[in-house]
T-cell receptor, first 112, second 114 residues
Framework: DVKVTQSSRYLVKRTGEKVFLECVQD?????MFWYRQDPGLGLRLIYF???????EKGDIPEGYSVSREKKERFSLILESASTNQTSMYLC???????????FGSGTRLTVV | AQKITQTQPGMFVQEKEAVTLDCTYD???????LFWYKQPSSGEMIFLIY??????QNATEGRYSLNFQKARKSANLVISASQLGDSAMYFC???????????FGTGTSLTVIP
């Protein structure tokens, strides 16, 4: 089975800190995604990547950046964390448009 | 623009009864895939069922079936013989041929009553 691993289950950071959320998948998937999930808003796409060093903005990229230096690793960076970035962050990967998307277990980030 | 709409924020169902969770979608792509995911309180997203836009028959996976009505652009999830463990958030999602994005609805919270 594909495994998508997010490095932290819970994180608490201070306003203004630079925050790194790490995600690793072990099945050689081309596509990787970062979503944030908020009650009543569902999952909103922040960034996705379809190849190493390639990235595209999703619906809510403001305040975030990403890095994909290796195929298996996709990092989400909060340049200067703010309280409105308190949320559940979900990383996911998929092989091609015809297959489903596999999620990691999520990182619940609290910015204080 | 692609869009997924789930109009039921919360649903209740009696144990052992069937329940239908609604999903409508909007896309101009001729080729797309529709997915349903379950998210229990533990937070993980669990894939349930997939329907391709060219599939002639409705998808089924155990107690889950997808009522696909292409002309109406709807992809409702039907859960038969509900169990207490079915209590969770359920998300409808769509992936289109153009682009590699998955679009998600806002989810439906299902509570199964003993």
């Amino acid at each position: 089975d594909v495994k998508v691993t997010q490095s932290s289950r819970y994180l608490v950071k201070r306003t203004g800190e630079k925050v790194f959320l790490e995600c690793v998948q072990d099945m050689d998937h081309e596509n990787m995604f970062w979503y944030r999930q908020d009650p009543g808003l569902g999952l909103r796409l922040i960034y996705f990547s379809y190849d190493v060093k390639m990235k595209e903005k999703g619906d809510i990229p403001e305040g975030y950046s990403v890095s994909r230096e290796k195929k298996e690793r996709f990092s989400l960076i909060l340049e200067s964390a703010s309280t409105n970035q308190t949320s559940m962050y979900l990383c996911a990967s998929s092989l091609d448009p015809g297959t489903g998307i596999t999620f990691g277990s999520g990182t619940r980030l609290t910015v204080v | 623009a692609q869009k997924i709409t789930q109009t039921q924020p919360g649903m209740f169902v009696q144990e052992k009864e069937a329940v239908t969770l609604d999903c409508t979608y909007d896309t101009s792509d001729p080729s797309y895939g529709l997915f349903w995911y379950k998210q229990p309180s533990s937070g993980e997203m669990i894939f349930l069922i997939y329907q391709g836009s060219y599939d002639q028959q409705n998808a089924t996976e155990g107690r889950y079936s997808l009522n696909f009505q292409k002309a109406r652009k709807s992809a409702n999830l039907v859960i038969s013989a509900s169990q207490l463990g079915d209590s969770a958030m359920y998300f409808c999602a769509m992936r289109t041929q153009t682009g590699n994005q998955f679009y998600f609805g806002t989810g439906t919270s299902l509570t199964v009553i003993p």
